[in-house]
């Protein structure tokens, strides 16, 4: 590509223009250190303009070496007749080679693509000289990220959310989706069990006719949020159990009353009965954890005398 090494001055450099901005500013190391100590060891790359020189890739370096007092900076300079989708496959390039983008970052490099006048057009081999790799299905999940909110892309560059979730986030209200990302910043959880509380909060919300804000307000789930002797699991398992109790209220009696009788036969910690799922069928499931035969025949005599008494035959009779 046709280019010159140069240094330009950084009053030259347009700064206000992010057309081509990728990075995220999250989970980014700060380089102020590193250009203070080394120099710039990469440079930017700007394009010449009839005005002020617009950035292509090195936003983050200019910013810094402006803290740092300089007057200039090493670029490379492309000419004005250089063409936007150039410019965009280069700030692409550029940002990849660097390191590993996140999801947000590689939503804003297809947008960038589409606002270079690639459009819906975009060929594979572009995508994959860019390092992209993405089929369409995943093109769309991503195009819709750049429309979520900022919390939510937040959420997904820090990890605490997950790209599924972030989608189902997106079919709220922005006020309702910040909320769950502030529960979910809150708790940290995997995708499974964030769905599972986003499906029951959905429900309880549009049965009861409650805004979901409210709803996330009441006192049992800001008890467990708020109480800081319980860890980041103890905290899910108290507002998922909560949730579920509200959404199905006779299946949480049921299940309630089975563990009460489970734990009444008193089999010790090493033995657990799971009812069958959801209480659909009449199957139970038993686990049995021992490190010894002495464990196991011990395990073996509770569970022979829990199956005389009557608990056992409320529960399996």
Known sequence: ??????????????TTNNFY?????????????????????????????????IIISGFRRIETCRQLGWQEIPCRILP????????????????????????????????????????????????NLLGLSLNKAYVAKLKRVLKTTETIQDGIISGKIGLPIALLLSELSNDEADAMVSLFNRIPMGINKQREILLYIKEV???????????????????????????GNQKSRQVRSYLKKRRYPRLARVEEQF?????????????????????????????????????????????????????AFELFG
């Open 205 to 231: 919300s549009a049965r009861d006719d409650i805004p979901l804000g409210t709803l996330l307000k009441e006192d049992a789930i800001k008890s467990a949020l708020d109480n800081d002797d319980l860890d």
């Open 1 to 14: 590509m046709d280019y010159k090494y140069d240094l330009a001055a950084l009053d030259s450099i347009d």
């Open 259 to 311: 563990h009460e009788r489970a734990r009444a036969l008193k089999l010790g910690g090493s033995i657990q009965i799971s009812p069958p799922p959801n209480f659909e069928g009449s199957s139970c499931t038993m686990t049995i954890r021992f490190n010894s035969l002495n464990a196991l025949m011990d395990a073996h005599r509770k569970i022979s005398d829990a199956i005389d008494t009557p608990i």
């Open 80 to 127: 004005p007749h250089t063409s936007s989708e150039q410019c965009a496959e280069l700030a692409i390039t550029d940002n990849f080679c660097q390191r590993p983008l996140n999801i947000v970052e590689k939503a804003r490099c297809l947008r960038l693509l589409g606002d270079a006048n690639r459009g819906s057009n975009i060929s594979a081999e572009v995508v």
């Open 21 to 53: 901005r990728i990075t995220t500013a999250q989970d980014k190391p700060p380089i102020y250190e590193s250009i203070y100590r080394i120099g710039l060891t990469c440079p930017v790359i700007v394009q010449e303009t009839d005005s002020r020189r």
